[in-house]
């Protein structure tokens, strides 16, 4: 059995950075490839990105640049750094594997960019 658990959300202000951090109970992540998703109120759940086992990673066009996703399989983590925040990169970011698992969802963290 899979659950993921995020951590890391918060309140910042536009242009901040912030570290979302992403692991689970269960199988190892290593063995996922990962994503990163997000979901704004009323708006459908978007992928942000992701990174496959062996580290190759991929981005939505509007993060390129901003958002690096990276893993430590050593510690069973997956990370979200977002630098360079706006308002509408604020949502309910979830990781979760490529494709979706709906019964390995977790709670999400929320990150809200407002001043």
């Known amino acids: 059995q899979v659950q993921f658990v995020e951590s890391g959300g918060g309140l910042v202000q536009p242009g901040g950075s912030l570290r979302l951090s992403c692991t689970t109970s269960?199988?190892?992540?290593?063995?996922?490839?990962m994503g990163w998703y997000r979901q704004a109120p009323r708006e459908p759940r978007e992928l942000v990105g992701s990174?496959?086992?062996?580290?190759?990673?991929f981005y939505e066009e509007s993060v390129k640049g901003r958002f690096t996703i990276s893993r430590d399989n050593a510690k069973n983590m997956v990370y979200l750094q977002m630098n360079s925040l706006k308002p509408e990169d604020s949502a309910v970011y979830y990781c979760?594997?490529?494709?979706?698992?709906?019964?390995?969802r977790g709670q999400g963290t929320q990150v809200t960019v407002s001043s």
């Open positions: 979760n594997t490529i494709p979706w698992r709906f019964d390995a």
């Open positions: 269960g199988s190892p992540l290593s063995i996922y490839r």
């Open positions: 990174i496959t086992s062996g580290g190759n990673t």
